[in-house]
């Protein structure tokens, strides 16, 4: 079974610093990545997603992360924040190639401040 | 807006009750998932169902059913219910049964009390 960890359980930025968000799994076969973010008292959107091909993705909203297979991460940046990124933010995983349910990560919540 | 609705949008109830809480799929999709959300437990995987039939299990309790109707869309009934089954209960869809993005609802906020 694959298994996610979110390094950072709360993350407090300044707006228009950058913030990276730290996404680690476990897994015995090839998996697809997704960061997904929570806005407060809304569903879940999906930001970017890793299937194969180029290690770094480009996602919504100024968001990308770089897929490390050797360290097993998939980490998340965007080089400046806007106090609109005040939300959670879940890292997940699916078991490459024929089993889609997601596993998630505990989920980070990221505050930017003025 | 996803395009996933779900109702309603809170429940309360008490223990050892039944609920039943709905899912309407994006326009074509044919794939629905349940997830639940928790403090304690975060979000978990239950169920997932493709054109009508159960493509996949995550920790679902026993108490717990799910179904896909011929016009896809999902009810999740919860039975005998008790204090820790509170949470939040989304339902996602995707076009197939893939790596299609899994677009989420807004989610029912369930309460036991």
């Known amino acids: 079974a694959q298994s996610v960890t979110q390094l950072d359980s709360q993350v407090p930025v300044f707006e228009e610093a950058p913030v990276e968000l730290r996404c680690n799994y476990s897994s015995s076969v090839s998996v697809y990545l997704f960061w997904y973010v929570q806005y407060p008292n809304q569903g879940l959107q999906l930001l970017l997603k890793y299937l194969s091909g180029s290690t770094l993705v480009k996602g919504i909203n100024g968001f990308e992360a770089e897929f490390n297979k050797s360290q097993t991460s998939f980490h998340l940046r965007k080089p400046s924040v806007h106090i609109s990124d005040t939300a959670e933010y879940f890292c997940a995983v699916s078991r490459a190639p024929n089993d889609y349910k997601l596993s998630f990560g505990a989920g980070t919540t990221v505050t930017v401040r003025a | 807006d996803s395009g996933v609705t779900q109702t309603p949008k809170h429940l309360i109830t008490a223990t050892g009750q039944r609920v039943t809480l709905r899912c309407s799929p994006r326009s074509g999709d044919l794939s629905v998932y349940w997830y639940q959300q928790s403090l304690d437990q975060g979000l978990q995987f239950l169920i997932q169902?493709?054109?009508?039939?159960?493509?996949a299990k995550g920790n679902i309790l026993e108490r717990f059913s799910a179904q896909q109707f011929p016009d896809l869309h999902s009810e999740l009934n919860l039975s005998s219910l008790e204090l820790g089954d509170s949470a939040l209960y989304f339902c996602?869809?995707?076009?197939?049964?893939?790596?299609?993005?899994?677009?989420f609802g807004p989610g029912t906020r369930l309460t036991v009390l």
């Open positions: 996602a869809s995707s076009v197939e049964d893939s790596t299609d993005t899994q677009y």
């Open positions: 169902y493709y054109n009508g039939e159960e493509r």
